[in-house]
């Protein structure tokens, strides 16, 4: 029997506000612990929460850029359950009138576009962190975190593979950085996905029972976490058992999931209006003050670069997947007018050391202005695009600019032709059988002796007057 996999996404977004969403304690990341609290997020009795307007703001921009209708009335709920990194033992969330509703965002896979339906986007608080600490035994809370903004993303279930799934987190998550309402660190937390997994025989209509996998924070995890979940439930159902309705717990290491509870019935949250903070009501003209605001999306911006810089649209695609990456290649080619050379290096060598390294593209030392230069350093003969090479990863390692690297190391390139032709004599010297087989036709030895002249130049002879000098010898 062919079954087919139904997944659903929970994906919680720390929103890039200066201040927590109910006080005024500062949301940086890594201070340290216990540091950034206040009686009102660490839930002291008698504090009255007072609601951060540029965190109902991001929501609704997210809102927006993801296609939903943006209530004109909402208000905040209490969700009450205990959890020891949660003070108040209950969250200020929203329950029956979340801010966003009904929209979708458009994926492609395998050439076709997909729609995949939002449910809703709702604003809430996060909880503190704790801290376990297998060698003293004992755990600890930090509640720096707790009260920071949070939206959650709930998708309606219409993905149906992990590649789907992979592709539409990596879409939302250039979004939301586009409109500037998270950084979306999932190493630090700001974006944690919580997967939905049944699966069902092709062409039943009923969902078949779910797990819960939550607070994944790898687009590779949600990979392989979906593709494990899936497989394990067909296992169980082809050996005539029953898939559990259960949380579960995703092990990256292992590779595998392990059960942590079962949900025999629907949890009950005893949800009922936060009363400490009045209901909202947002203006259209808020609102749609608020939509004009909203920048260029990443795929009208991937069909500027194709119209406006010549690109392939492939090339458009890689570049405008991260914005700091799109802004960093509009700036190099305000620089130096020509994007193909700017978006292979920005492609090649820059994105290589990127995901070596495990870096953000902010992060990067290299400047724009200082890959220009290395750019007109090779246009200008001063290295070549070889040395430039080596010259790019030293300033990635240092941060330096080309000029200083090129001088320090002695990696100007020979363009001297009577000294590149004292070199070539002594190669040509010392190769004859590579010179005897050139003249016999055999082209490829003509390969190997320009290969040995850069060896023995260290890269740094033109290539071009090599090739010149080269023939002009063997040809005497």
Known sequence: MKYETVIGLEIHVELSTESKVFCSCSTEFGAEPNTQCCPVCIGMPGVLPVINKKALEYSIRAGLALNCSIATYTKMDRKNYFYPDLPRACQISQHDVPVCQNGYLDIVIDDQVKRIGINRIHLEEDAGKLLHDPYMD???????????????????????TAEEARVFLENLKNILQYIDVSDCKMQEGSLRCDVNVSVRPEGQKEFGERTEMKNLNSFRAVYRAIEYEASRQISVLEEGGKVLRETRRWDDGLGRSFAMRTKEQAQDYRYFPEPDLPPIEIDHEWVEKIRKEIPELPAQRQKRFVDEYGIPDYDAGVLTASKDLADYFEKCVDAYQNPKTVSNWLMGDFLRLVNERSIEVSDVPVTPENLVNLLRLIDSNVI??????????????????????????GLKQISDQDELVE??????????????DYKKGKKKAMGFLVGQTMRATKGRANPQLVNKILLEELNK
Do not use: C, W, Y
Not at 144 to 151: F, K, Q, W
């Open 138 to 160: 004992h755990t600890l809370v930090d509640l720096n975190r707790s009260g920071v903004p949070l939206i959650e993303i709930v998708t309606e279930p219409d993905l149906r």
């Open 423 to 436: 070199i070539i004599k002594k190669v040509i010297a010392d190769n004859p059988k590579s010179v005897e």
């Open 384 to 409: 070549s695009g070889t040395i430039a090479k080596t010259v790019f990863e030293e300033m990635f390692n240092t941060g330096k600019d080309p000029e200083t690297i090129v001088e320090e190391k």
